[in-house]
């Protein structure tokens, strides 16, 4: 298929067209101003103009797919998630529906899956013999002898399919393989540790031959970033990890403590105990991302990096640019998403090392 045909740009058969929708994705959120956000007109018409394009690229990957031009179908499904995803991160309750959002975006969903095929495995594997562990593997796109990979893992309201969704076409060009998982939603019973869970994964990546076991990453979201914390300080098979540097984990099991003695929760300041969190030196590379993906505050990163580096620890943080929004605050994904994984091809590949704090 020519690459003129394409909806939204031009497409030289090796992304593209996903990167240049991307770009104006990135554009688009760093042209968004608090006034515009909180007007509810504005934000009709960005869902009017996002929704068309997702619709486009959908239209487009079913043509594609009939012409056998199954990888810039695929290419093109992705391009309609990214669009959708941009919806959810500037709309509002009355601004779309939610039940057609959903449905646009399962039914892009599936297209991808079926164009995939075996370019995504569904994996499972045994866990503690007390239940099944799922998850998904997706292959680096240039099959080397031994690539990178990522252990990636989501919150309990983020699911792996919008995971992927993002991270992705982040990915694609990096040349690492990514494993999406949930450990708090699997069969195994939850009294045991994320960590203990996730040894399993690191195990079963150990032994695929399409994996450098010296190269193993993972990068978690919410309470995923706690668990990926936990992961890193308890096994020295983890190179870099993206994460909340433990900054969580006292607060959590303050939580349960007082959750099992019924007593009150202590007053909050609205910030994180970084004291409480004693760091010690980790034996692999850090990356605190501020803000909701972590949970942790500017400053409290900061503080939290200031300790690691005086224990000789490779501590790195990245601030994302977030702009008020009638129902929290909104990012700009895409950028954050291209920084994450250029800050993991600087440790697990070739890539030139960043600075230590970086402002988006």
Known sequence: MEGDHWPHGSCDGAGRSLAQLRHRASGFFESLSVAELVRETHRHLWVSDWLQVADDYRTFARSARESGSIQTAREAWLCSLTALEVIKSVSCPGDVEAADLADEIAISMKGFADDAGRAIERVTIDGFDEGALTGFFVPALCRTPSAPAVICLGDEDVTLGSMMIRLLPASLRRNMSLLLVDAGRSSARRSFKPEHM???????????????????????????????????????????????????????????????????????????????????????????????????????????????????????????????????????????????????????????????????
């Open 198 to 360: 996730l040894h399993c994964w690191l195990d079963y990546l150990q032994v695929r031959s399409d994996v450098d076991p010296k190269r193993i990453a993972i990068y978690g979201e919410g309470a995923g970033a706690c668990a990926a914390s936990g992961l890193a300080g308890s096994d020295r098979r983890i190179a870099a990890a993206v994460c909340d540097g433990g900054v969580l984990a006292p607060v959590m099991r303050g939580a349960s403590l007082r959750w099992m003695t019924g007593s009150e929760p202590a007053d909050l300041d609205g910030t994180l105990p970084v004291s409480a969190a004693l760091p010690r030196r980790l034996p692999c590379s850090l990356l605190m991302v501020v803000g909701s993906r972590s949970m942790m505050w500017e400053q409290d990163a900061l503080e939290l990096q200031s300790a690691y580096r005086q224990a000789g620890a490779d501590c790195s943080v990245v601030v994302p640019y977030r702009i008020p929004h009638p129902l929290g605050e909104v990012e700009n994904f895409v950028a954050v998403d291209d920084f994450i994984f250029e800050w993991l091809d600087s440790k697990l590949g070739a890539a030139p090392r960043l600075d230590a704090v970086t402002y988006l």
